[in-house]
């Protein structure tokens, strides 16, 4: 399963090192007729190597079955993948490359919203649509009409993780560990701060790393000093491991609380039973009993070998909705294809239903939360205000207190529409949750 992954990995690589021919024959990034060339920037290497892989893998699988099904008006798609080595400047340089030299009609890209906040301007700048999977910080969207989203975004992950951590785990204290180096990370603190404070949450210490550093003791030292019940840790999953471990070793028996930013295949690898009892919100959780998720986790694993995380559920829907706005665009060139993906409504998503609002965010969106027991990654609660029956065999996120009939409530500032509605599954007896992970 290792290799497969190498493959896909090595594939990509050399695609990148031996460079994509700027325009083949017939084919062309505009109406030319031919393939339709679509551009992807991701961090193949480097720090977040999973999360430029997975999405990859989406991508990749939702493409040959959109080719496999007639392409967009007869012609097939071609996805040219520029590797950003998990680094701003790069990302930046892969989209002026994409979009100069191979004349890309559309762009999907970056995970780490640091990575997408360099990019989005040059997309913008040349009128090339651009769809971030996965990056969730609020200002990504914000670069211009022609940036778009398929993820919840952070003013709503940030305050669900605060009524998790306030209203389920009924902790007070809790302490922060924020990346400086992270626009994601420093966002996303100051959203679930914000929540944390209004449900009468203390956060009693507040420290900081940057990425790439492998030494945190010294700020866990200070964080347990402070004496916190829980730690927030809205990192990504190469140091969270690191960090869990220092932790562990320094005697401290907190638990970690996250965003999805720890989604990886690694995580658990890296750090293993420090990580027992830890929290973290996400997109999908793999083991969900949906239809649609059943058949897309059965196909990626038929595939690639592995289970799909919620990166390669995102690039597969966001390749999906780029085609099915293609596919009714009036021409296939940047601003007719703008205005349909705008158009986006009531996509059936693997990673729930995807509805862009006027902000080219999706309203609604679902999100869980995850617990690590037993080494695996368990449903812990779900919010899923889009949707209408009960599937989930999880807790929901308790309710707001004082804020009614409402399970999220609307979260202060909130940039996307506050959940109003009901979550997606009924409370399970006590706080229990009854997910069993199937067998492998
Ligand atoms: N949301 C993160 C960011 O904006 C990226 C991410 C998404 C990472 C989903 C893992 C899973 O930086």
């Known amino acids: 399963m290792k290799s497969k992954t190498l493959l896909v990995f090595i594939a990509v690589l050399s695609l990148t090192l031996f460079g994509c021919p700027p325009k083949e024959n017939g084919a062309g990034g505009g109406d030319a007729g031919g393939e339709i060339l679509v551009g992807e920037y991701g961090s193949m290497t480097g720090g977040e190597a999973t999360f430029g892989q997975s999405t990859h893998n989406g991508i990749i699988m939702a493409l040959d079955e959109i080719n496999a099904s ?19 400047e790069e990302a930046a340089n892969a989209v002026t490359k994409l979009i100069s030299q191979n004349n890309v009609v559309a762009v999907l890209g970056e995970v780490a919203s640091s990575n997408s906040l360099a990019a989005a ?35 709503y992950q940030g305050p669900m993780l605060a009524q998790f951590v306030r209203n389920d785990l009924k902790m007070t204290r809790a302490a922060i560990l924020r990346d400086v180096k992270s626009d994601y990370s420093m966002g996303l603190s100051e959203f679930f701060k914000q929540r944390f404070l209004q449900l009468g949450g203390q956060i009693v210490a507040d420290q900081s790393y940057s990425k790439g550093d492998s030494d945190f003791k010294a700020q866990l030292t200070a964080l347990n000093a402070a ?50 009892g830890s929290f973290y919100s996400n997109h999908y959780h793999a083991d969900d009993p949906a239809p649609a998720v059943r058949s897309f986790v059965e196909k990626y694993r038929e595939r690639f070998g592995d289970k ?133």
């Open 121 to 155: 301007p040059i997309c913008q700048a040349n009128k090339v649509p651009m769809i971030t999977p996965s990056s969730t910080n609020p200002e990504v969207t914000k670069k211009g009409e022609y940036i778009f989203r398929v993820c919840f975004i952070d003013p």
């Open 70 to 88: 007639g392409g967009v008006a007869g012609r097939k798609i071609k996805v040219l993948t520029e590797d950003d080595q998990s680094k701003q």
């Open 308 to 440: 799909p995380d919620s990166l390669a559920a995102l690039g597969y829907d966001s390749m999906k909705v780029l085609a099915e706005a293609m596919k009714r665009a009036k021409k296939i060139e940047g601003p007719a294809i703008r205005d349909e993906i705008a158009k986006t409504n009531g996509f059936q998503g693997v990673t729930g239903t995807i509805t862009l609002g006027e902000d080219r965010n999706p309203v609604n969106k679902k999100l869980v939360v995850l617990e690590i027991k037993n080494g695996q990654l368990a449903l812990r609660a779900t919010i899923d205000p889009g949707a209408s029956t009960t599937s989930a065999p999880s807790t929901p996120i308790s309710a707001v207190q004082g804020s009614g009939t409402t399970t999220g409530g609307p979260a202060p500032n909130s940039e996307l529409q506050a959940p109003t509605s009901t979550v997606a599954s009924p409370p399970a007896a006590g706080k229990q949750p009854t997910t069993t992970q199937p067998k492998q």
């Open 227 to 276: 004496k916190p019940q829980v730690i927030f840790v809205p990192g990504y999953y190469t140091e969270i491991g690191q960090i869990a471990i220092q932790a562990r070793d320094l005697g401290m028996n907190q638990p970690f609380v996250g965003g999805d930013g720890w989604e990886s295949p690694r995580l658990i690898e890296i750090g293993g039973k420090a990580l027992e």
